[in-house]
């Protein structure tokens, strides 16, 4: 099976939000849970990519077989002061971690983002994710503090960890 990395189009929308409700049950660790992407539908997915096309965040898809398979987004403001800065999100079904997908969005997305003028990438995962951690460590991202009651999960508070990366 090839997997192929490129930019979301609008037609995409169907394909994301099922690659949404996927990844949403696959780990805790992202900020939606699965009864945030119930609620939407492709009509909902269609406005939100025509939206993000519109802004200078860059939105990477990793397509296999037909479904996606990754995604990966640098929202980027359109504040003068802080356009020169993205926040990163990044996700791969399950199925398809540690084959090299997550690295592969990551360099095409901060690329992308380069060419648009972003200089510095952030981000913020559990503190407690050892493998999401070290995979933003192999990938040049410097630990920058905590970030104190970063989601709430089944009754509990979990702290977050902020990274970020000069690019």
């Not at 099922?18 to 660790?29: A, R």
């Not at 993205?86 to 992308?112: N, P, T, Y």
Request: hydrophobic share 40%.
């Amino acid at each position: 099976m090839d997997t192929f990395y490129r930019m979301v189009r609008a037609e995409d929308a169907a394909l994301l939000l099922d690659f949404m409700k996927t990844v949403t049950g696959d780990t805790d660790n992202l900020a939606l849970s699965c009864s945030d992407i119930e609620a939407l539908d492709a009509g909902d997915e269609k406005f939100f990519i025509a939206e993000i096309r519109q802004s200078p965040s860059v939105h990477v898809l990793a397509i296999s077989d037909g479904k996606v398979v990754g995604a990966c987004e640098i929202r980027v403001s359109r504040r003068l002061r802080t356009k020169h800065r993205g926040e990163l999100a990044i996700a791969v079904r399950k199925e398809f971690w540690g084959k090299g997908i997550a690295g592969q969005l990551l360099d095409f997305a901060i690329s992308e983002a380069r060419e648009r003028g972003v200089t510095k990438i952030n981000l913020v995962t559990r503190s407690d994710d050892e493998r999401s951690k070290a995979f933003f460590r192999k990938n040049g991202f410097v630990s920058e503090g905590c970030d104190k009651q970063l989601l709430y999960i089944d009754g509990e508070y979990l702290d977050g960890e902020r990274f970020g990366k000069i690019i």
